[in-house]
T-cell receptor
Framework: RKEVEQDPGPFNVPEGATVAFNCTYSNSASQSFFWYRQDCRKEPKLLMSVYSSGNEDGRFTAQLNRASQYISLLIRDSKLSDSATYLC??????????FGSGTRLLVRP | NAGVTQTPKFRILKIGQSMTLQCTQDMNHNYMYWYRQDPGMGLKLIYYSVGAGITDKGEVPNGYNVSRSTTEDFPLRLELAAPSQTSVYFCASQPLSSGGSYEQYFGPGTRLTVT
C-alpha cells in the first residue's frame, strides 16, 4: 500500500465549477500535511499547508480528518489557471516529505 | 535571490556513463533534498542533508551518491548510469522550521535520459 494515495484523475471541469480532491495516508504518526501544485514540466510549489482541523486560503480549502486518515482539497470557482497537478504530501516523524502521485485537474472554458 | 538552481536542465547519457547533477541554493537553508519523479508518479526521495557534512539515504538511494561540503551546494552523482535512472530530478531546500512552516523550495529540475 502506498503511504500517500490519490486519485490520478484527470478531473475535467468547466470554469466556475467546484472540485474536490481526496487523499489518504497510511502512517498515523504523520503530523503535518500539505498540498503542492505542479504545472506541466515544472517544479512543485507549495499551495497550502494543512494543520489540525484544516484551513482556507481564498478559493482553496483544505481539510484534515485524522480519524479516517484523509485530507481533502476543495477548489471553488475554478479558473483556467487552476489547471495543474495537485500533489498531496505528508510529513513523516523525521520531517521528510512523502508525496502522493498527484491528481490532474483540467479546467475548460 | 536566485532560490534553488539546478544544472544542467537536460542531459542524455549512455549506459555506464557518469555525471554529476548540480544544485545550489542561496537562501542559507540547512536542509537540502534530492528527489526523482518518474512519469505520472510522485516524487521519491533519493538523499537528503540536514547541514554541511551530513547526508543520509532516502527511499531510493541505490545508484546515487551525494556530498555536502558547503551549505549552498548539494551535488548528486550517478556513477554507472542505467536506463532505470531516466527521470526528472528535483533538488529542494528547506529552512530550519520557522513558525511551524516546513515548506520546501524546489529547483526547476534536470531531465535525464539514459539510453
Amino acid at each position: 500500500r502506498k503511504e500517500v494515495e490519490q486519485d490520478p484523475g484527470p478531473f475535467n471541469v468547466p470554469e466556475g465549477a467546484t472540485v474536490a480532491f481526496n487523499c489518504t495516508y497510511s502512517n498515523s504518526a504523520s503530523q503535518s500535511f500539505f498540498w503542492y501544485r505542479q504545472d506541466c514540466r515544472k517544479e512543485p510549489k507549495l499551495l497550502m499547508s494543512v494543520y489540525s482541523s484544516g484551513n482556507e486560503d481564498g478559493r482553496f480549502t483544505a481539510q484534515l480528518n485524522r480519524a479516517s486518515q484523509y485530507i481533502s482539497l476543495l477548489i471553488r470557482d475554478s479558473k483556467l489557471s487552476d489547471s495543474a497537478t495537485y500533489l498531496c504530501v505528508a510529513m513523516d516523524s523525521s520531517y521528510k516529505l512523502i508525496f502522493g502521485s498527484g491528481t490532474r485537474l483540467l479546467v475548460r472554458p | 535571490n536566485a532560490g534553488v538552481t539546478q544544472t544542467p536542465k537536460f542531459r542524455i547519457l549512455k549506459i555506464g556513463q557518469s555525471m554529476t547533477l548540480q544544485c545550489t541554493q542561496d537562501m542559507n537553508h540547512n536542509y537540502m533534498y534530492w528527489y526523482r519523479q518518474d512519469p505520472g508518479m510522485g516524487l521519491k526521495l533519493i538523499y537528503y542533508s540536514v547541514g554541511a557534512g551530513i547526508t543520509d539515504k532516502g527511499e531510493v538511494p541505490n545508484g546515487y551518491n551525494v556530498s555536502r561540503s558547503t551549505t549552498e551546494d548539494f551535488p548528486l552523482r550517478l556513477e554507472l548510469a542505467a536506463p532505470s535512472q531516466t527521470s526528472v530530478y528535483f533538488c529542494a531546500s528547506q529552512p530550519l522550521s520557522s513558525g511551524g512552516s516546513y515548506e520546501q523550495y524546489f529547483g526547476p529540475g534536470t531531465r535525464l535520459t539514459v539510453t
